[in-house]
């Protein structure tokens, strides 16, 4: 169980009841509850968990705490960018960074608990990071085994197609910059840049290239700092 200790889970949180009704929508309270899972999960496998979270619910805030997550409000005018998400995501991943002792930093959306341990109990996490601290690579990029066939069929065709997208991006990438047109393929093979989680070399200072993207997206609004805050880092890398 020693790889688990080597890595670090950031995340970013907010939930909490409506603001004008004061009522918690069932979705976001299924969520809430999710996100709990994850924590309790992550802390029972020797995971450290860092959690900033944007003024959720204090109940449920205290709850995060008793299941072990490390909690941190934003500090938005600390870290750049364009978006409180990118922002927090960012100071997420660089507060899990600066931990002693760790090795990956693993940004992992709240509710993902199974890619922390699947259902036969394999350490589905740990064995992404292998590759890290077997030095082989600087980040992973974890692919869902099940090709999102429980997800909505809409969805799963939009994020099918990013990742493809993705994929043409950086085989473009790879021939502008002289590589013969028929090794592309092999350079930019398909990766599931959609799933969300990703992993990070502390090492190799790796989570720097989320932190310089901070800087871009503060300067130039076309840049998305929602979700492409962990998206764009990777293709810059």
């Given at each position: 169980?020693?790889?688990?200790?080597?890595?670090?889970?950031a995340t970013s949180t907010f939930y909490g009841p409506d603001v004008?009704?004061?009522?918690?929508?069932?979705?976001?309270?299924?969520?809430?509850?999710?996100?709990l899972k994850m924590i309790e999960t992550a802390t029972q496998t020797g995971h450290h968990v860092v959690c900033v979270d944007e003024k959720s619910d204090e109940g449920w805030r205290k709850e995060a705490?008793?299941?072990?997550?490390?909690?941190?409000d934003p500090e938005f005018d600390k870290y750049p960018g364009s978006h409180n998400m990118g922002k927090c995501r960012r100071q997420a991943m660089y507060l899990?960074?600066?931990?002693?002792?760790?090795?990956?930093?693993?940004?992992l959306e709240p509710e993902k608990y199974p890619a922390i341990v699947d259902?036969?109990?394999?350490?589905?996490?740990?064995?992404?990071?292998?590759?890290?601290?077997?030095?082989?690579v600087d980040f992973v990029i974890p692919r869902r085994?099940?090709?999102?066939?429980?997800?909505?069929s809409s969805q799963r065709w939009l994020e099918l197609g990013g990742n493809t997208t993705a994929q043409l991006y950086l085989m473009e990438y790879a021939e502008k910059r002289g590589m013969p047109a028929e090794k592309t393929l092999e350079f930019a093979q398909y990766l599931d840049h959609f799933f969300g989680p990703k992993l990070f070399s502390i090492e190799r200072g790796t989570v720097k290239h989320v932190m310089d993207y901070g800087v871009l997206a503060a300067d130039d609004k076309s840049y998305n700092d929602q979700w492409g805050s962990v998206h764009y880092p990777v293709f810059m890398a």
């Open positions: 169980q020693k790889m688990p200790k080597e890595i670090i889970i004008k009704t004061g009522q918690w929508d069932p979705g976001v309270r299924m969520r809430a509850e999710i996100a705490r008793s299941k072990g997550a490390h909690m941190y899990a960074s600066q931990v002693e002792g760790k090795a990956v930093v693993a940004w259902g036969h109990g394999d350490l589905v996490l740990a064995r992404a990071a292998a590759p890290i601290k077997e030095g082989l085994a099940d090709s999102m066939k429980s997800y909505p």
